[in-house]
C-alpha cells in the first residue's frame, strides 16, 4: 500500500509502523513500482489530478498544454490528459524533449518558441483549451496568453505571485489555483 497521508501542511506525518487514516487515500503499490516511485507519487498525482481532471475537467477532442511536461506534476498531467483523450502538447527543454514525445505529447522547446509562436504554431492563434502551470512566476503570464479565448481554462499549481489576471481577462478564460492538500482534509 502507499498513500499520501500525512507530513505536510502542518498534518502529522507517516514515519510510523502503523498509521490511521482514510482508506481513500491509499492504493494498493503495483510491483513495477520502486518504494522510492511510490513514495514521490501520491504528492504529485493528487496535483496532476486536482489541476487536469477536476479543475480543468480535460475531455477528449481538447488541445492541452502542459508546462513543464517532463517535470514531477507535468509528466503525470501529460500522461492523464492524453489517457483523457486530449491531444497533448508540454513545454520542455530541448534535452527532454524524448520524455513527453515517450508519453505521447507533443514537445513544445520554450527557449526556442515564444508563447505567441507555439500558439500560433499549434493551435492556429486559437489557444489551448486547457493550460497547466506547474512552474509558476512568469509561465502563469505565459499561461494567460496560451488560453484559448471564451472556452478555455487554465491552472496553476503554483499560482502565489503578485502577476496581472489582465491577459485572462482580456481572453474571456477562466483560471482556477491547485493546492494539493485540500484532498487530505
Known amino acids: 500500500m502507499y498513500g499520501l497521508v500525512g507530513g505536510v501542511g502542518g498534518l502529522q506525518g507517516a514515519l510510523a509502523e502503523f498509521v490511521a487514516v482514510n482508506a481513500e487515500l491509499l492504493a494498493l503499490k503495483s510491483k513495477s513500482l520502486t518504494m522510492r516511485e511510490a513514495a514521490a507519487l501520491p504528492l504529485i498525482r493528487i496535483t496532476a489530478w486536482e489541476g487536469i481532471a477536476n479543475r480543468a475537467k480535460v475531455h477528449?477532442?481538447?488541445?492541452?498544454?502542459v508546462h513543464a511536461g517532463a517535470g514531477g506534476v507535468g509528466h503525470i498531467s501529460v500522461q492523464l490528459a492524453k489517457a483523457r483523450g486530449a491531444?497533448?502538447?508540454?513545454?520542455v527543454s530541448a534535452e527532454k524533449r524524448h520524455v513527453v514525445k515517450a508519453y505521447g505529447a507533443t514537445p513544445i522547446d520554450y527557449r526556442a518558441l515564444s508563447t505567441e509562436q507555439h500558439v500560433e504554431l499549434h493551435t492556429a492563434g486559437e489557444g489551448f483549451d486547457a493550460?497547466?502551470?506547474?512552474?509558476?512566476?512568469a509561465t502563469i503570464d505565459a499561461s494567460f496568453i496560451?488560453?484559448?479565448?471564451?472556452?478555455?481554462?487554465?491552472?496553476?499549481?503554483?499560482?502565489?505571485?503578485?502577476?496581472?489576471?489582465?491577459p485572462l481577462s482580456f481572453r474571456g478564460a477562466t483560471y482556477s489555483g491547485v493546492f494539493t492538500l485540500m484532498p487530505l482534509h
Open 146 to 166: 496560451a488560453v484559448k479565448r471564451y472556452t478555455g481554462h487554465a491552472v496553476s499549481c503554483l499560482g502565489w505571485s503578485t502577476r496581472s489576471l489582465a
Open 60 to 65: 477528449a477532442g481538447q488541445k492541452v498544454l
Open 87 to 91: 491531444d497533448v502538447f508540454a513545454t
Open 131 to 137: 493550460v497547466y502551470d506547474t512552474v509558476g512566476g
